[in-house]
Nanobody, 123 residues
Framework: VQLQAFGGGLVQAGGSLRLSCAASGRTFSMYRMGWFRQAPGKEREFVATIARSGAPTYYADSVKGRFTISRDNGKNTVYLEMNRLKPEDTAVYSC?????????????????WGQGTLLTVSS
């Protein structure tokens, strides 16, 4: 599966933005999907993951209550709705697909990765 994330940009603190990740192929529903991010000078970190059917979802503590992951299997797309953005959310956001099961947050369990999209949150 090939993945392409888009929707990043410059947002003021407290604002909202939605990222999208489009997948190629007709087997999108076979994959658990996840979002990860990498801030400048830091390691990549887990953000959120969603099961094949759309539930359950699982979030990093740093975004819980502010971000929502969702998917539309008919459109081969996974989304990340981000609200109450903070400057520390500034990062390159990447989507990934996994064939593993369970609420996984380890990037090593994701088989396919898309190019990231940059989110910058200004204070």
């Amino acid at each position: 599966v090939q993945l392409q994330a888009f929707g990043g940009g410059l947002v003021q603190a407290g604002g909202s933005l939605r990222l999208s990740c489009a997948a190629s192929g007709r087997t999108f529903s076979m994959y658990r999907m996840g979002w990860f991010r990498q801030a400048p000078g830091k390691e990549r970190e887990f953000v959120a993951t969603i099961a094949r059917s759309g539930a359950p979802t699982y979030y990093a503590d740093s975004v819980k209550g502010r971000f929502t992951i969702s998917r539309d299997n008919g459109k081969n797309t996974v989304y990340l709705e981000m609200n109450r953005l903070k400057p520390e959310d500034t990062a390159v956001y990447s989507c990934a697909a996994s064939t593993a099961y369970g609420s996984i947050s380890s990037e090593t369990l994701y088989n396919y990765w898309g190019q990231g999209t940059l989110l910058t949150v200004s204070s």
